[in-house]
């Protein structure tokens, strides 16, 4: 019974996860864009802070509800990538002196959502459930 427990939950625990990085995630687009939770001063809209500002909050968002959730993971892993190489990288070589764990950790995390989806506890899942429904036969 203990062994099919983690399995029973896994895909429930996936949407946790998914809820709780885009909320993370969003966080850093607030408080760019919208000066919550920490005032910041606003990047310029076509700055590379300002796509990634507009990127955290859109894509942040996307994820929390998981509304394409596999396209727009790819294009945060993506960004997530550029920002820890362009950004934290070439202050030093290991992240827990440049600062880039949080880029890194959103990296992969982001990599992980691409092939795994959003879960069940998604916009994505009741979608792909709705046209299942409408496609079976009567």
Same mark, same amino acid.
């Not at 990538?81 to 600062?99: E, L, W």
């Not at 959502?113 to 792909?128: E, H, Y």
């Given at each position: 019974?203990?062994?099919?427990? /983690?399995?029973?939950?896994?895909s429930?625990?996936?949407?946790?996860?998914r809820? &709780?990085? %885009? !909320? +993370?995630? $969003?966080?850093? *687009?607030?408080?760019?864009?919208l000066g919550? /939770?920490?005032?910041q001063?606003?990047?310029?809209?076509?700055?590379?802070s300002? &796509?990634? %500002? !507009? +990127?955290? $909050?859109?894509? *942040?968002a996307?994820?929390?509800?998981?509304?394409?959730?596999?396209?727009?993971?790819?294009?945060?892993?993506?960004?997530m990538?550029?920002?820890?190489f362009y950004?934290?990288?070439?202050?030093?070589?290991?992240?827990?002196?440049?600062?880039g764990?949080?880029?890194?950790?959103?990296?992969?995390?982001?990599?992980?959502?691409?092939?795994?989806g959003?879960?069940?506890?998604?916009v994505?899942?009741l979608?792909?459930r709705?046209?299942?429904?409408?496609s079976?036969p009567?």
């Amino acid at each position: 019974m203990l062994s099919s427990l /983690p399995s029973a939950l896994s895909s429930h625990v996936l949407s946790i996860v998914r809820i &709780v990085v %885009g !909320l +993370l995630f $969003l966080e850093h *687009g607030t408080a760019k864009y919208l000066g919550f /939770p920490a005032v910041q001063r606003i990047p310029e809209a076509m700055s590379m802070s300002g &796509v990634g %500002g !507009l +990127l955290e $909050l859109i894509g *942040g968002a996307l994820i929390v509800v998981g509304l394409f959730t596999r396209p727009v993971a790819f294009i945060l892993c993506g960004e997530m990538a550029i920002a820890y190489f362009y950004a934290h990288f070439p202050r030093n070589f290991f992240p827990v002196i440049n600062g880039g764990d949080a880029a890194i950790l959103y990296c992969f995390t982001f990599l992980y959502l691409t092939f795994a989806g959003g879960g069940p506890w998604s916009v994505d899942a009741l979608v792909w459930r709705g046209r299942s429904l409408r496609s079976s036969p009567a």
